[in-house]
């Protein structure tokens, strides 16, 4: 339940926001001063970081839209 | 002989050129002609002639000589990079050469037709047989104005500050929405879209079309930046790209006026401007947070490159994988160090070496009882043997002749002492009767006392006639009696 929830949340992080938590999970991992049961945990999440941030790389929909500015014409 | 007028009104005195000459190697070797031929007109050589224009060019000419005309005849030469050109005006041609080291720091291209100011020096080109102006320097006229505008411009936001770094807002490293203000019909709209795709092709792009040269371009430029800032909670723009393609000073000059350089300033969103060709800067580019060179670069100024990123997300994976089994792997050492140790081998040990103990606490504690209790039992039976050999009815048969005997002494003792004292007393009784005056009583003496002096009369002196005595006889009867005579 736990597990889903994270990654949940993971799928609407930023890749900016999922690059900074990969960073920070290899960091801890590497340090090794987490207890194992937590970087086991930090490990599969910091996978799930990596698949997201492949998934928005290879979305590559190259989509442009067109800004009018009309729409704000009252403004003006 | 006239002087000829040139363009800035320099008068050029022949004779003043022919005084010169008389002092000059040219001049006495024009003499020595003169002196052999002295009756015919001079005779000069081709090179000689032209050496004599080129001193008295030389001599009498400005160093620098600026010239405004229009450019007829531009030619460039393929192999020597070389320019040649007329420059011309109503009435007459001025040939020019221009070298191709002077013309590289040019920043537009000339065509003809193009009004000019040349820069250079009026020389004799002795082969061609012609004089030209060397020229170092062109600008295009008009564009000197707006080269000060420029130059003003970049001074005065420079004071104010606009371009300094600190006020330069980083650019988000990995973009998901990028505004591109740019002419929707130009080139660099493509160039811009196409580098960043290139690179980064998971990104949102947002065009917002502006006309970036002409009339009222930069007041719409800066009203396009203000408007995408305060609409941007609903754009969520990271990053916006301001641009447009390559053109002359005067197609770039929208970019170069105050009102959108401001607006590029107080932009929240930060701005990469992608403006013109490589070797133009303009007032937009000083004040973005990043340049672009070309719109063509703006992918490189924007966005990361899609493969070194992934290259990068394997490499943390890599990381990750082999962080992890590495913790693992020890885990599973500590594991099996602990399990190796006595505790696990043989669990009931600690149990059974305390079952041990306490069999062996119990077997000394029975022990000492069982001691304990025999010597308890020994001295009760010591005890026992002397309170035996003690007889306390014998001693007791003996204790009470003893106190019989005992008691019949002191009551004798007590008799006798009794007996004694009596005896004592009745003698002491006699005696103290013996000693009493008032015994002699009983043997017809008789005590007078005088009451007067309650005194016992012993002679006369005691009594006066008149006097009343009191005279105790025996049986303690008295007598009141009166001297009448003595």
């Avoid at chain 1, 290899?26 to 930090?42: F, H, M, N, R, Y």
């Amino acid at each position: 339940m736990a597990k889903n929830k994270s990654q949940s949340d993971i799928s609407k992080l930023s890749f900016e926001q999922a690059i900074k938590e990969l960073t920070g999970i290899v960091e801890k991992i590497e340090q090794g001063k987490i207890p194992l049961q937590d970087s086991l945990t930090q490990y599969e999440k910091g996978m799930a970081l990596i698949k997201h941030c492949r998934t928005i790389l290879q979305k590559a929909e190259q989509r442009i839209e067109k800004i009018s500015a009309e729409e704000n014409s009252e403004d003006r | 002989m006239r002087g000829f007028v040139l363009d800035q009104g320099l008068r050029i005195d022949i004779r003043a050129v022919l005084s010169y000459n008389r002092s000059g190697s040219l001049a006495s070797r024009c003499r020595f002609y003169s002196n052999k031929m002295q009756n015919k007109a001079k005779i000069y050589t081709v090179s000689e002639i032209n050496l004599l224009i080129q001193s008295v060019l030389k001599s009498n000419l400005p160093a620098k000589i600026i010239v405004q005309a229009e450019i007829s005849g531009w030619k460039q030469q393929y192999n020597s990079g070389h320019c040649y050109f007329l420059l011309k005006d109503e009435s007459g041609i001025l040939p020019c050469v221009m070298w191709s080291s002077n013309f590289s720091s040019l920043r537009f291209s000339p065509e003809d037709g193009m009004s000019v100011l040349a820069t250079g020096r009026v020389d004799v080109f002795l082969k061609g047989g012609k004089y030209q102006l060397y020229v170092d320097r062109l600008e295009q006229l008009g564009v000197g104005a707006l080269q000060l505008a420029f130059e003003q411009m970049v001074r005065k936001l420079r004071a104010e500050g606009l371009f300094d770094d600190i006020h330069k807002k980083p650019i988000p490293t990995y973009p998901e929405r990028i505004g591109i203000l740019t002419s929707e019909s130009g080139a660099a709209l493509h160039d811009i879209v196409d580098s960043i795709f290139h690179r980064w092709p998971c990104v949102d792009l947002f065009l917002y079309p502006v006309p970036v040269q002409g009339e009222g371009a930069a007041e719409q430029i800066a009203a396009a930046i203000r408007d995408i800032n305060e609409r941007n909670e609903k754009l969520r723009l990271d990053v916006l790209i301001v641009g447009r393609g390559g053109g002359s000073l005067e197609d770039l000059w929208a970019f170069n006026e105050e009102v959108p350089a401001r607006a590029v300033f107080e932009s929240k969103i930060p701005i990469i401007s992608a403006v013109g060709h490589e070797v133009d800067t303009t007032i937009a580019d000083l004040v973005a947070d990043r340049r672009a060179s070309t719109p063509t670069k703006a992918g490189v100024e924007a966005v990361p490159d899609i493969r070194d990123v992934l290259a990068a997300l394997s490499n943390r994976q890599r990381i990750l994988n082999n962080d992890i089994k590495r913790r693992l792997e020890l885990a599973q050492q500590n594991l099996k160090t602990i399990l190796a140790s006595a505790v696990f081998r043989n669990p009931l040990l600690p149990v059974r070496n305390r079952e041990q103990q306490l069999d062996e606490f119990v077997g000394r504690l029975v022990e000492t009882a069982k001691e304990l209790l025999a010597v308890t039992r020994e001295s009760l039976h010591a005890a026992y043997e002397q309170v035996v050999k003690i007889e306390p009815h014998l001693l007791l048969a003996k204790k009470t002749v003893e106190l019989n005997e005992l008691r019949n002494r002191v009551i004798a003792a007590v008799v006798a002492v009794a007996n004694s004292k009596r005896m004592q007393l009745t003698a002491q009784e006699n005696r103290l009767a013996g000693l009493n005056p008032k015994s002699v009583l009983q043997r017809g003496y008789s005590i007078t006392t005088a009451p007067k002096t309650g005194l016992l009369v012993r002679t006369l002196e005691d009594i006066e006639v008149g006097d009343f005595l009191i005279t105790e006889l025996s049986e303690e009867n008295l007598i009141e009696s009166r001297v009448t005579k003595k």
